[in-house]
């Protein structure tokens, strides 16, 4: 249960992502850059076409973790203007 005294995990500011660390990270595959998803829980790497899932703040950079997106996803992620994260 949440409340404004203890906020679910993914409200948690301790659990975000500094948009620092997003910039130094990179697709374990093709060592090309990643993109945070609109609602920031995943790092998208567009060439690889994976979507990599952020728990509590820690991106989970394994193929295991990670999950394919379709070339319809990709394309409209391509697309997306960009946003200061």
Known sequence: MTSPDNPS???NPRYRLDPRTIE??????T????TLSADSTELISIVARYAFPIRKGVP???IDAARRIDEEEAEALRTRPATDN
């Open 31 to 34: 060592k090309t850059r990643l």
């Open 60 to 62: 989970l950079l394994v």
């Open 24 to 29: 130094m990270l990179v697709c374990p595959v």
């Open 9 to 11: 995990p993914d409200d």
